[in-house]
């Protein structure tokens, strides 16, 4: 069979503009039989009180690890923080340094969410952050825009750790994860495995979580009385990790 | 002034010999992209600090290039100019052949490019990458449709080409807002980064066009005289200012407030220090203007090709000191205080490219290649001769 020019163009022509057209289709996903949805009424928030964060504690970054199966790899620069601790002080060196961790901050108004293509970061209804790792498809642009640095990519295969949580998934690689407060310990009525250990025999009782909306619950109480800071609150994204002592 | 538009014959051991070297380059990007979807971004130099890389840089330069490539076809529907008129075809077509190159290298960069089809599915039209896809998309229909109209239908060419003009502005300032809208980076976040990605289209998609049509016409023994191809030095060396006049100006703005000294300073001293001065000064703007404006060098074609060589590897370099720096500059997340930590907060990240990551993007450029040179052999795009039209004089020499 021969084809001439016109229609090779035509057919060329087409391919081009099925292939193009082909991201304005908006394919029905079918939706999870055990789909369930979190409860507005809860706005879910974090206050860390950074005179009781003591340097060399790192209660809440191991248990972290520990709960949500989070691998180090050996690598600082590709190693995966949900949650991390942080040095800070004045350039001047004219008082001590503070001690204090820093995770995702469950914005109002997350960076993260906006940029990403597929919405495979959302925010539930209860103000939790999350990523859909079965629909990341791992462009990292969400990494970018982030200004607490609070995401990674999975560089790595990795495998269920020995001794690891069954209830926490292993990743897939090529994804971006974070802090997700626990939300499987949160969806139970317990609190997040940093704030439990925190609060625990290896913690100083630096953390609190609670409910924002419940104007009795210890959070908003505390943010209530006591002045408290959120990390470049002058971006306005409404962050949900509060300090006190900054 | 117009000849005849012919397809070349490509049967030449050299046609075939670039036919050739460009499959290589494609077959080196696949299997880059192998490699990858394999072993995963860990064998790349990617990390958690920069999390774009090289791949990245090629597919952003292949992109801008691409909207710039359209210029031809642009000067001479949108604005008359007589002279390039007889580009148009060419000029589309390379349009498109860029783009796809461009693409291809940023879906196979994905963590998980087997999840593509999840962007059709799910869209957050809130997402610049969302919208960039609308625009690419858009971008590759109308430059078809403006193909298709100088080829059979040229009364929609007027209409079409003004469209396509119109589209490539907006689709270049999407890519250039990938980045501008990034309020937490430093060195991205300007409300100028996306005009000045629109100009840098304007001067590497003229270069890349000087390039090609010049070698093109060489190597097919056609002619292309001299006066065209120096029409379009004049139009290279104004988009080639106003390139530096775009990154004088965001310069002289963060000088002006104290809050950027820090950011401004590490520019030109941290370690893209040269890549800086060297490439996006010296490469993008200083050498190809010095060439251009030399009473000699810049009234030959080999100059007009030099400058040209040069102004593309500026274009990389620009988007590489924006891509890589502006992820190295360590975020400032508490203003006015030193950071340290275990994930390398408060310090440069480092970042060593593997080659993988050039594979992938020189596998970009030989797909944009291929489609060039089976473009140019299966269809008629370009003139069989390129001559000024009768009684037109350059309104300038340097």
């Known amino acids: 069979m021969t084809m001439d020019r016109r229609t090779v163009l035509g057919f060329g022509g087409a391919a081009v503009a099925g292939v193009a057209l082909a991201p304005g289709m908006t394919l029905i996903a079918a939706p999870s039989p055990d789909k369930t949805e979190a409860s507005g009424d809860q706005r879910w928030a974090m206050l860390i009180d950074v005179n009781k964060c003591e340097t060399n504690c790192t209660a809440c970054t191991k248990a972290c690890r520990q709960e949500n199966n989070v691998p180090l790899f050996g690598d600082a620069n590709r190693d995966i923080h949900w949650i991390r601790k942080l040095e800070i002080r004045d350039k001047e060196h004219k008082r001590p340094s503070v001690s ?38 791992g462009c990292r642009y969400c990494i970018l825009a982030c200004p607490y640095k609070a995401r990674s990519l999975v560089y790595k295969k990795t495998s269920f750790p020995e001794g690891g949580n069954p209830n926490v998934p292993i990743r897939a690689k090529g994804v971006v994860e974070k ?33 924002l909306n419940d104007p009795k619950s210890e959070i908003s109480t505390i943010i209530r009385e006591v002045k408290t800071q959120t990390i470049r609150a002058d971006l306005g994204l409404k962050p949900h990790v509060h300090y006190k002592g900054l | ?82 002279q390039f008129k007889q580009f148009g075809r060419f000029s589309a077509f390379l349009a498109i052949a860029l783009l796809i190159g461009g693409l291809a290298v940023l879906m196979l960069d994905l963590g998980r490019p087997d999840r593509l089809l ?38 929609f060419t007027k209409v079409i080409g003004s469209a396509a003009f119109m589209w490539r502005v907006i689709l270049t300032t999407g890519t250039g807002s990938i980045f501008g809208v990034l309020h937490a980076r430093e060195v991205f976040h300007s409300a100028i980064t996306a005009p000045t990605f629109v100009a840098l289209s304007l001067s590497s998609g003229t270069a890349i066009s000087i390039l090609l049509l010049v070698t093109t016409f060489k190597q097919t023994k056609r002619d292309l005289e001299d006066k065209v191809v120096f029409g379009l030095r004049n139009a290279l060396i104004f988009f080639i200012l106003l390139v530096a006049y775009l990154l004088v100006v965001e310069k002289f703005t963060k000088y002006y407030s104290p809050a950027f000294y820090d950011v401004q300073g590490w520019i030109l001293t941290g370690p893209y220090s040269s890549l800086y001065i060297f490439g996006v000064w010296g490469a993008a703007i200083i050498i190809p203007l010095a060439i251009l404006f030399h009473p000699s060098k810049g009234n030959s074609v080999s100059g007009v090709m030099w400058a040209s060589l040069f102004s593309i590897i500026g274009t990389f370099s620009i988007v590489a000191h924006l891509l890589l720096a502006g992820q190295a500059y360590p975020l ?31 596998g970009g450029i030989g797909i944009a290649g291929i489609i060039y040179l089976l473009g140019i052999k299966f269809f008629r795009m370009l003139p069989d001769k390129a001559v000024a039209p009768e009684g037109y004089e350059l309104p300038w020499n340097p």
């Not at chain 2, 691409?66 to 008359?80: E, I, K, R």
């Not at chain 2, 039209?125 to 239908?153: A, D, K, P, Q």
């Open chain 1, 100 to 137: 204090l961790p820093v995770l995702c901050n469950h914005c109002e108004n997350p960076p993260c969410a906006h940029v990403c293509p597929t919405e495979a970061t959302f925010i539930r209804k209860d103000g939790i952050v999350l990523v859909d790792k079965h629909r990341c498809i």
């Open chain 1, 179 to 211: 802090c997700n407060f626990c939300v499987h310990l949160v969806d139970e009525g317990k609190e997040p495995a940093c704030v439990q250990a925190c609060n625990g025999e290896e913690g100083n009782k630096a953390m609190v979580f609670g409910d």
């Open chain 2, 1 to 82: 002034m117009l000849s005849n538009f012919t397809a070349i014959e490509g049967r030449s051991f050299g046609y075939w010999r670039l036919v050739i070297f460009f499959g290589v380059l494609v077959l080196i990007g696949a299997g880059s992209f192998v490699a990858v979807e394999v072993h995963g971004h860990g064998i790349t130099g990617m990390n958690n600090q920069i999390v774009w890389g090289v791949p990245h840089v090629f597919a952003i330069s292949l992109l801008v290039m691409a909207s710039g490539a359209l210029n031809l076809g642009s000067m001479s529907t949108v604005f008359a100019v007589k």
């Open chain 2, 118 to 155: 999840l962007t059709m599915m799910h869209m957050n039209f809130r997402s610049m990458f969302t919208l960039n896809v609308f625009l690419y998309s858009g971008f590759i229909i109308l430059c078809f449709l403006y193909l298709w109209s100088m080829f059979e239908y040229h009364q």
């Open chain 2, 332 to 362: 400032n997340m508490f203003p006015g205080y030193e950071v340290s930590s275990a994930f390398m907060d408060g310090v440069t990240a480092t970042y060593s490219p593997a080659a993988v990551e050039y594979m992938l993007g020189f």
